[in-house]
């Protein structure tokens, strides 16, 4: 008897490796389009449509250009969101954030990443930044451009942190990178992704996270966010919610445990029956510092800016 059982727990082991290896990352890589349905007006922004073209792909990516009013303009900041979401992204309450980094003096430039909004698709689907930092590049390019006497800043939250840190790995004109709740281990956050859509502890994923980081090519160790950032040379804040359930805190005092150039700021914890959670399901605190602490958290933004 305890052999049949010990077979069968092998069985549905195996079967749900399968499943993960074959389906999931498929799933996780193409997720659900996420429509343009407001923009900057619904905030009380001006705002100019702006289209970039990267240099890996004649793609056309859409974005939003959001100056500040020229007597008050201090920087500029190129916005990047995370993977399966857009530049409107309701998860981070990404137009009021705008709204108060225009009214700071710092314009802002945000891009729908490629496979994202109303940004081309490239057929491939998700690169974990390793395909997006060419978006990233071709936004700080025309930032440059239009606000050339403004020092330019880079941040990403989610898969947009990990878009920027590729991105900084080959060489960004930027004076500084701001990164929030950033995807920095791909094994972690697939497992832990599988975790957000099947409820299964994320371990069980572990063996066919690796089989499909292989098999599409994604970052591994060495390549991926994580191992880049450790090596970063431009001043970088990192805003880390303690208890993000997808990135998780320790790759992030990681990264600024073995990094002079990174600045952590761990963000409030969120109380387990703050309603804000509710919507948000297994994501949890997932890259919600802006919306429950706004103001302490535009002060680290701010604080960084003024001193880069």
């Known amino acids: 008897m305890l052999k049949i059982r010990t077979w069968i727990a092998l069985l549905l082991l195996g079967s749900i490796t399968v499943v993960y290896g074959m389906v999931i990352p498929r799933e996780a890589l193409h997720p659900a389009h996420q429509p343009i349905t407001m923009s900057p007006a619904d905030v009380g922004l001006d705002y100019e449509n702006v289209v970039l073209t990267p240099a890996d792909q004649a793609l056309q990516l859409e974005a939003w ?3 500040a009013a020229p007597d008050q303009a201090v920087a500029t900041l190129v916005f990047s969101h995370g993977g399966g979401s857009n530049r409107h992204s309701q998860f981070f309450k990404a137009l009021d954030f705008y709204r108060e980094m225009v009214a700071r003096g710092v314009s802002v430039l945000s891009l729908d990443l490629r496979n994202h909004g109303a940004s081309d ?4 689907g998700l ?3 390793t395909t997006e930092k060419h978006d990233l590049r071709a936004a700080i390019d025309w930032a440059r451009q239009r606000a050339a006497a403004q020092p330019v800043f880079a941040m990403g939250i989610s898969m947009g942190g990990a878009t920027v840190i590729q991105a900084a790995s080959d060489g960004l ?4 990178l701001i990164l929030l709740d950033p995807l920095l281990d791909t094994a972690s956050t697939f497992t832990r992704g599988a975790w957000t859509a099947t409820g299964l502890p994320p371990v069980l994923f572990q063996p066919a996270a690796w089989a499909a980081i292989a ?3 994604l970052p591994g160790a060495g390549e991926q966010a994580l191992d880049k950032a450790r090596h970063l040379q431009l001043p970088t804040l990192l805003l880390q919610d303690p208890g993000d359930p997808v990135c998780v805190i320790s790759h992030a005092r990681d990264a600024a445990a073995a990094n002079p150039n990174i600045r952590l700021w761990v963000a409030p914890p969120v109380a387990a ?3 804000e959670l509710a919507w948000r399901k297994r994501w949890g605190s997932h890259v919600i510092a802006f919306a429950l602490y706004p103001e302490e958290t ?3 933004i701010m604080a960084f800016i003024s001193a880069s």
Do not use: E, I
Not at 121 to 124: F, K, T
């Open 65 to 67: 250009w959001m100056p």
């Open 121 to 124: 698709y490239d057929g491939r």
């Open 127 to 129: 690169g974990f930044g």
């Open 173 to 176: 004109p930027v004076d500084g």
């Open 215 to 217: 098999a599409y090519g």
């Open 273 to 275: 029956d703050n309603p």
């Open 298 to 300: 535009l002060a680290q």
